[in-house]
């Protein structure tokens, strides 16, 4: 069974710090990994996506992939406490419009 | 600019009554829909997506439906609600490539007393 897996947390990171959050994924034909912010009682929005190995920056994020390991991992620097929220990590299926999505990571970030 | 619209926000309906909500995608065309519930505390589950108008793949099999009667408005429907059926629904676009990633309306939080 194709699986993404997130380790559910929560994460707690002081505020200023870097915080990493981690993903594995099982489908060897996954090509495209996307990232999604859930806040408490809202829908996930979109962060980042990354299709090629390596880092892909977007301001404090910056998404690494790696998939001889099918690794993905999201880095947040300057961490706010508005960056306190779950975070989901998904992955394309081979050949198929639906994307294989992980349980979530809670973050919490420390004033 | 893309925007979707799902609604209503929140609905508290009785068991066995009927459920329809609806999603509307605006500023693309053939846009993939896709219908997810979200249980409390819990994942992503893919409940229906459609390439096309008339076009319905179901991933669950339980008492909903989804219908595409535009192509870019998509209903999911039941005839009798459960209480397992509580939840947040989540509509969503992608564009119609594989690997593209998904765009949410704000969900509808269902409740069934």
């Known amino acids: 069974q194709k699986e993404v897996e997130q380790n559910s947390g929560p994460l707690s990171v002081p505020e200023g710090a870097i915080a990493s959050l981690n993903c594995t994924y099982s489908d060897r034909g996954s090509q495209s990994f996307f990232w999604y912010r859930q806040y408490s009682g809202k829908s996930p929005e979109l962060i980042m996506f990354?299709?090629s190995n390596g880092d892909k920056e977007d301001g404090r994020f910056t998404a690494q992939l790696n998939k001889a390991s099918q690794y993905v991992s999201l880095l947040i620097r300057d961490s706010q406490p508005s960056d306190s929220a779950t975070y989901l990590c998904?992955?394309?299926?081979?050949?198929?419009?639906?994307?294989?999505w992980g349980a979530g990571t809670k973050l919490i970030i420390k004033p | 600019s893309q925007t979707i619209h799902q609604w209503p926000a929140t609905l508290v309906q009785p068991v066995g009554s009927p459920l329809s909500l609806e999603c509307t995608v605006e500023?693309?065309?053939?846009?993939?829909l896709y219908w997810y519930r979200q249980a409390a505390g819990r994942g992503l589950q893919l409940l229906f997506y459609s390439v096309g108008i008339g076009q319905i793949s179901s991933e669950v099999p339980q008492n909903l439906s989804a219908s595409r009667p535009q192509d870019r408005q998509f209903i999911l429907s039941s005839k009798k609600l459960l209480l397992s059926d509580s939840g947040f629904y989540l509509c969503a676009w992608s564009t119609w490539d594989f690997g593209t990633p998904l765009h949410f309306g704000n969900g509808t939080r269902l409740t069934v007393t």
């Open positions: 998904a992955a394309s299926m081979d050949s198929n419009y639906q994307l294989i």
């Open positions: 500023g693309t065309s053939n846009p993939n």
């Open positions: 990354i299709y």
